[in-house]
């Protein structure tokens, strides 16, 4: 628990709400990345974001990375927590931490069921869908380089970098095979995007990391956890949160198969895909080549989580979640018709 007395001290000094009242900080969640806290002081109502005392000391630049990032989203139309202040003075509460405004919405976070309205009305869920691609799609127009972002990130060679470096994690991380690696792998290597435009990307975009406004038609009130961020291929992105949507939706054999919630009814991943395009301005004519990319790298993620820590409940179950995005992969690869430029 952080201590209040000091964080009511910090408040003081950067003259926010509530000057000599008391702190309420609620746990929202805590993991290996960062902790997080509700804060509440007199009309002050913020997110706290520190990473856990133990934690490699490496996360405090993350800390003043995110902090960045979410900086530069001022006044944009990226849907976002205003970046409130940030405490680079471990002598604080012992680690590098951020506020940033607390944001009314929900999230589909260890969920499979929506909330109402669209647990039972199916015809408006498309508008779940197509929101969290028009967040999506602000985020990749982001001006990243007008924005003060031009040294953040090297988007030259993104793509070339993201099998070596992400194969050198694999190999360090495991002694198993993954059937199917090295068909993915390989169709990687020979293969490349049609085009590649570089653009503000959020690395780990899904359902369980925007927030939805408490109304319809459906709106992201904010996109957040921002600590894998940056500038890369937004494609990708779109790939990650479509890697394992089903293109048959009106299947009933999808209701309450995925991780984010029940997808029946929703638009089926092509129609998503084609959606982004429009929306966006980018072609999608290659946009299998970033499904198995995405699926490649998660079961990598997946791997060096369960090897971390097998006899971790959780992150034993990455175990066979690793295999199935590995052989997702390698299955999209094999039976793609997606041939790369010459």
Known sequence: M???????????GEDLPGRGQAVEAVAISSGTQNEIYEIHRSDLHAVLRIPPLGAPLDRDDGILREWRILSALKGSGVPHADALALCADREVLGRNFYLSAY?????????????????????????????????AVSLGAFDWRGRGLADFGQPEGFHERQVSRWSAMLASSTTRVLPG????TAWLKRSRPIDYIPGRMHG????????????????VAGIIDWEMSTIGDPKLDVAWALQFWPDD??????????????????????????????????????????????RWKLAVVLERGFQRAPEDEKLAAFGDSALASMAAAAELAESSTYRPPQ
């Open 103 to 135: 944001l009314d919405g929900w999230s589909s976070a260890n969920s499979t069921v929506w909330p109402p309205p669209y647990a039972h009305d199916v015809s408006l869920r498309a508008e779940l869908a197509h929101a969290l691609l028009d967040a």
């Open 2 to 12: 952080i201590d209040l007395a000091r964080l009511s001290a910090w408040l003081d």
């Open 181 to 184: 690696a090295d068909v993915a």
């Open 249 to 294: 939706t009106e299947d009933p054999a999808v209701i309450g198969t995925h991780h984010a919630g029940d997808l029946f009814g929703m638009p089926s991943r092509t129609a998503l895909a084609e959606y982004y395009g429009t929306a966006s301005g980018r072609q999608m004519d290659d946009f299998d080549y970033y499904l198995v990319l995405a």
């Open 204 to 219: 780990d975009y899904q359902f369980a990391n925007v927030l939805f406004e408490h109304s319809t038609p459906a709106r």
